[in-house]
């Protein structure tokens, strides 16, 4: 199957449905989503793949990192906007659509909570809405376009209906935010008690439910921040160590050369 362009927008022919219709949609990266700046009020339903990282936020006081697999659902006249952080690599494929069919799925449960969705399987969506965006020949085909719409947020839809118990807990979704600011000030301490736990009982939880210790995802969270600015040729390794929340450039070294086995820039 045929991808659409690596980077741009494309725009579908004007293929009414009684549905709805897709309007345009396509890949891009390297940019700034959104940008955090200030709020964006978009006239129309959208759903966004992230295949970078970044963050989300709304007006309604939702603000979480949003990863790699991670779908966002634009509603109409909502205040949201979306992109990358320091260290952050944003890329994203996005489609746009009007009509009853975002109507439709928003009663059924996708306008409750958070507009994000953890997919876990970023590969499949890729392909999921790489069909979506494919050229649009007829009214035929426009139909048929509109059905794959309809089973991506059933897809949705049927995230937004798990119980409970069988998604995140919020605890978990707050921790892991946390801990994923690599620049930021770090307190175990802090996060485990915003998220009701002794120190003790935060790190067995985290690690039961992430299979890895807090402070090894916080590593990790770092060590890929690091990999992301160490290409960018305009960024001193002090630099990049600041970011990152080292203490200098020779302690960034030290913990990049204790995982990956040799030095960050190959000297």
């Not at 939880?205 to 916080?218: H, M, Q, S």
């Amino acid at each position: 199957m045929a991808r659409p362009p690596r980077h741009g927008i494309i725009a579908f022919a004007e293929h009414r449905t009684p549905l709805g219709s897709l309007l345009f949609g396509g890949r891009l990266a390297g940019t700034q989503g959104t940008g955090l700046e200030k709020f964006r009020l978009f006239p129309n339903h959208a759903l966004v793949l992230v295949l970078g990282s970044g963050r989300y936020e709304d007006a309604s006081g939702i603000s979480i990192r949003v990863k790699r697999g991670d779908v966002i659902f634009v509603h109409p006249g909502h205040p949201h906007r979306y992109g990358p952080e320091m260290g952050d690599d944003w890329r994203e494929i996005f489609v746009a659509f009007s009509g009853p069919v975002g109507d439709l799925w928003c009663r059924q449960g996708l306008a409750q909570g958070t507009p994000v969705w953890s997919t876990g399987e970023p590969r499949r969506w890729e392909r999921r809405l790489d069909r979506l965006l494919q050229p649009l020949r007829d009214l035929a085909a426009a139909c048929r376009r509109i059905g794959d719409l309809h089973a991506a947020l059933a897809a949705l839809a049927a995230l937004a209906a798990l119980r409970p118990g069988e998604r995140d807990p919020a605890w978990l979704i707050q921790a892991r935010d946390d801990l994923g600011r690599p620049g930021q000030a770090f307190s175990m301490t802090a996060i485990a008690r915003r998220a009701g736990f002794s120190a003790d009982g935060f790190r067995r939880a985290f690690r039961r439910t992430c299979g890895e210790t807090p402070a090894a995802y916080r590593r990790r969270c770092r060590l890929e921040a690091v990999e992301r600015l160490l290409t960018r040729q305009d960024l001193t390794l002090a630099q990049i160590a600041q970011a990152t929340g080292y203490v200098d450039a020779f302690h960034l070294s030290k913990a990049w050369k204790q995982a990956k086995g040799s030095s960050p820039r190959g000297s």
